[in-house]
């Protein structure tokens, strides 16, 4: 590990998402192999790597929608390993997904709604929310921030790919979110809206730290202060974004080697 | 998974139609103004037979029926006990209340049974979905089922609660401020209020945080645990609430026939609250109640006009069992999705947009 | 086995002394004491005999429904409709020619053909569509009944168990040893060892053809994963029709043995279907040795059951089931 990796690595309390020997097997497969990572509060961080290099497996276990098989996660020093997905969220963490998992039967103003409510107390309310219902109003702003109040009443079936993948950020930043993880938001984008999605990403405040799972460069190191490259399972290097794209291994391996 | 996804291509169009102002359904839909008037005004209409065997039935049958659509068609989760949860309430009536099995029945004033029995059967049906929901998709189906089948072979074993194959006969109906509240018009308007009260409860609830997030889970259980919802306990909450709907039919029921026995809780009429929902449509709650109406006027005339027609008017399931499969083939949204196409068709430009891009 | 005894090693403990129990309860001689408290050994085992061919039976209704179920991901609602059809089959044939052994083989085709015309005709235009699969056969499991209902009314049949077969034979296990110091050896219907001896081998050989053959590991795989059978080029759709045929000439198959050893009426269609879904999420779903575990289990419940707490024998059967569920959804044997 070269100084800047360990400039970058924070270890401790003071830590956003301390992942310790994390692995994770599918039957006799290893997904991940003993990751080890530390993010701090308010870093922007890439994750870059081939396809099946377990980034998006990092994820799920971040989250918990997979546990990991062994290794411990700990979020802002809480010790989240074995917390259901929900109770992670509810502590800050949120993320979106590669493949937008939205609720299409619902419209956009709804899809919205929910993540605001989820984070909230009143999960359970049988009382719908009035005119001046302070979610509804978080809502609206969600909806505007990522340009879909023309759309709000519409079902999500019937958005353009586009916009579904502008309303994923916007489920993933209800709240208050502490720590987001952000799962190749520019996938399928056109250049314009890879464009908004940058600026997005720029202008979130600046407490809020990321991890971005990136294939295009362009987007992913414009918004990042370091990056981990992952290689079968396993951190490959860790470092900075202009260390990395000028690494000749990394170039070997990823940059050089033509991706999809 | 992949019945949630199922659910979510039958539910599709209810959300697709509702307007998106948060206020109250159809009240801009004159058709909606005429059947409530009809309902209401329906004892001038009707004599008694129609009053109560066909129109209290089918209100009480569809709302047996409104809570499995609330089960299945919000939140994905289609179960077959729905039936079974009515039928352990009636039992539960008959068992605290007054009857004439006198060795039994504790003979309880029906206000104190009544709330019970409804406690009862919500606690009863909420165990048995936390059962349903340790498992995903298909499966409910099977458990519930399975839940269903071992109440009714219970009730015909059990003879200390549930008095074995004859059931509890002569269950006493309430009589108070004068009034025998089991005559048919009294009888009529009691039905018809709690059938509204379901009916706008579930529509109502549909649009609340909790309705919404019910959807949620329909559509994307993953997604909705990484929103920071408790998908297990959402779903079980969804149990509770058409547990305490089905109880509150499974009490009507019991009062108009004055007696439950197992037969009433057979596997077979379990499966006929499935077929009426379906029949009727399970994406919206007026479903159920459409699906009723042509389960019970089939059950009631299918023998008379099998037999004008020249066939054998035992055959009612048969018919009943066709119905449902043509049903199932031609239209994910029952009678009420073949009326709307019918529609449709019959105004090619509509204003309203047409499904939006086809589903996955 | 032995990772379960070391991961569970209080669990281990508690099925050896069951197993250990049960053994000395078949084998020994029972003390006055015991024989005071739980009744005579005769009945015991006459129940525990019960259960385990009744098990069979089960074995047989449930092995085509998981297997159904395990590559299909298809809920055959209408699976205790082919096993009274098989029954009634069974019943026909065996009543015009006199033999036992044709009536099984008609009742085999017969419903593997019906079994072939739903996959062919119905299932495969709604293919991954689960849900609508089973409305479907909620649907047709009650027009089948119907039409059966129709052509056989409403009466009971039972099939002729064939003479050779007739008649208990002893067994060497001692129920009771009399005054005089004679032993009492257990004397048991030997059509009823046979039918447990059949499923034993069908059991068996289901088991074989999955593992060693190759349309049987192309049926695993699918099981496993269905994306691997599209990736592997395999004639998918001959691969269904073979296996709903396979399963519904079991449930047929099952129906003539139920209807000798039993009886064939209107109502049996929806036992055994709820016989299979309890084995089946007991056993776990897709599993041919969970269902035949399930079998075992749910059979013996059900007649230990009938003998020592006749009331509540159903709720034994349905406690299994929640047992089950809460501690492993998936099912005991299940892969996930």
């Known amino acids: 590990m070269d100084s800047v990796a360990q400039r970058l690595s924070v270890v401790g309390a003071g830590a956003a998402l301390e992942l310790r020997g994390v692995t994770r097997l599918f039957g006799a497969l290893a997904a991940l192999t003993d990751v080890t990572i530390t993010v701090r509060p308010g870093e922007r961080r890439a994750v870059l790597g081939s396809n099946g290099a377990g980034k998006t497996t990092l994820f799920n276990c971040i989250t918990g929608d997979f546990p990991p098989s062994s290794g411990t996660i700990r979020f802002f020093g809480e010790d989240v390993t074995h917390f259901p997905p929900y109770e992670r969220i509810r502590r800050g963490l949120r993320r979106t997904y590669q493949i937008s998992a939205l609720f299409p039967g619902l419209t956009v103003q709804d899809n919205v709604y929910l993540a605001c409510r989820g984070v909230s107390r009143g999960r359970f309310s049988f009382l719908r929310p009035g005119q001046n219902d302070a979610l509804m109003h978080a809502t609206d702003s969600l909806v505007q921030a990522v340009h879909l109040s023309a759309v709000k009443d519409q079902r999500v079936a019937e958005l353009a790919h586009g916009q579904q993948r502008q309303l994923e950020i916007a489920l993933a930043l209800a709240g208050a979110p502490r720590f987001v993880l952000f799962d190749e938001p520019a996938a399928g984008l056109s250049p314009t809206e890879r464009a908004e999605l940058v600026e997005i990403l720029t202008s979130l405040p600046a407490h809020i730290g990321y991890i971005i799972i990136e294939h295009d460069m362009d987007v992913a190191l414009r918004v990042v202060e370091s990056v981990t490259m992952m290689h079968n399972g396993r951190i490959f290097k860790e470092g900075l974004p202009e260390e990395i794209q000028s690494d000749p291994e990394v170039q070997e391996l990823y940059l050089g080697g033509g991706h999809e | ?360 | 086995m032995t990772r379960f005894v070391e991961r569970h090693p209080a669990w281990a403990l508690i099925v050896i002394i069951a197993i250990a129990v049960m053994l000395w309860l078949i084998f020994a001689v029972w003390p006055p004491g015991l024989e005071e408290a739980i009744g005579r050994k005769r009945v015991f085992l006459n129940a525990l005999f019960n259960g385990i061919t009744l098990g069979g039976l089960y074995f047989l209704v449930a092995s085509g429904f998981t297997l159904i179920f395990g590559l299909m991901r298809n809920v055959n609602l209408a699976h205790g409709s082919l096993y009274l059809f098989g029954g009634y089959v069974g019943y026909a044939i065996s009543a015009s020619t006199g033999s036992w052994i044709l009536s099984f083989i008609v009742a085999f085709i017969l419903t593997a053909l019906v079994g072939v015309l739903l996959q062919v005709l119905v299932f495969r235009r709604m293919e991954g569509q689960d849900l609508r699969q089973t409305m479907v056969t909620i649907g047709l499991s009650i027009v089948f009944a119907d039409l059966m209902l129709w052509a056989c009314g409403g009466d009971f049949y039972q099939i002729q168990t064939p003479s050779w077969l007739i008649g208990p034979i002893e067994l060497p296990l001692l129920t009771a040893i009399k005054s005089s110091g004679e032993p009492v050896y257990l004397r048991y219907p030997l059509v009823r060892l046979v039918i447990l001896l059949a499923s034993v081998i069908i059991g068996v050989a289901m088991w074989l053809a999955l593992n060693r053959t190759r349309i049987g590991m192309i049926i695993r795989a699918g099981v496993d994963d269905r994306d691997i059978l599209a990736a592997t080029g395999v004639r998918i759709q001959i691969v269904f029709v073979l296996v709903f045929a396979l399963g519904a000439g079991l449930a047929g198959i099952a129906g003539v043995v139920g209807g000798t050893f039993q009886s064939l009426s209107p109502g049996e269609d929806i036992r055994f279907l709820l016989a299979s879904l309890v084995v089946v999420i007991v056993g776990g779903m897709g599993s041919i040795p969970g269902a035949a575990l399930g079998a075992l289990i749910i059979g013996l419940a059900e007649q230990l059951g009938s003998v020592y707490i006749p009331t509540y024998a159903i709720v034994v059967t349905f406690l299994i089931m929640v047992l089950v569920l809460a501690v492993r959804p998936q099912g005991l044997l299940a892969r996930r």
Not at chain 2, 309 to 323: A, E, V
């Open chain 2, 1 to 360: 998974m992949s019945v949630t996804h199922d659910a979510r291509v039958h539910a599709r169009p209810a959300t697709a139609q509702r307007p998106a102002v948060r206020g109250w359904p159809d009240i801009n839909n004159p058709a909606a103004w005429i059947v409530a008037a009809i309902l209401l005004i329906m004892p001038l209409i009707a004599n008694g037979f129609f009053l109560i065997e066909i129109f209290a039935t089918t209100l009480i049958l569809g709302t047996i029926a409104l809570s499995l659509m609330f089960l299945a068609g919000y939140g994905g989760m289609v179960s077959l006990m729905q039936l079974t949860i009515a039928g352990f309430c009636a039992y539960m009536v008959a068992v605290f209340g007054a009857s004439g099995n006198a060795n039994i029945s504790l003979g309880w004033p029906w206000w104190l049974a009544v709330p019970m029995a409804l406690t009862l059967a919500t606690i009863f049906g909420t165990l048995g979905g936390a059962l349903a929901v340790r498992t995903e998709g298909i499966y409910t189906i099977m458990i519930t089922l399975a839940i269903g089948a071992a109440f009714y072979y219970f009730t015909n074993q059990n003879w200390a609660i549930f008095n074995g194959h004859t059931g509890i006969n002569n269950v006493s109906t309430p009589h108070f401020w004068g009034v025998n509240w089991r005559s048919d018009i009294p009888f009529y308007y009691i039905v018809l209020a709690v059938a509204a009260l379901c009916y706008f409860a579930v529509d109502y609830i549909a649009r609340a945080p909790f309705g919404l997030a019910l959807q949620g889970v329909r559509d994307n259980p993953r997604r909705m645990a990484a929103l920071g919802f408790n998908v297990n306990a959402h779903r079980v909450a969804a149990y509770a609430v058409a547990s305490f709907i089905a109880g509150l039919a499974g009490v009507l029921q019991v009062w108009n026939y004055r007696q439950i026995s197992p037969g009433t809780v057979s596997v077979g009429a379990c499966i006929d609250v499935l077929i009426i929902a379906i029949v009727g449509g399970i994406a919206r709650p007026v479903g159920p109640y459409i699906g009723a109406l042509v389960f019970v006027l089939l059950r009631t005339f299918a023998l008379d006009f099998l037999v004008k027609i020249g066939l054998d008017g035992n055959r009612f399931r048969l018919l009943i069992g066709l119905g449902f499969l043509a049903i199932v083939f031609w239209s994910s949204d029952g009678v009420i999705g073949l009326w709307q196409r019918w529609r449709q068709s019959q105004r090619p430009r509509t204003d309203r947009p047409s499904g939006g891009p086809g589903h996955g």
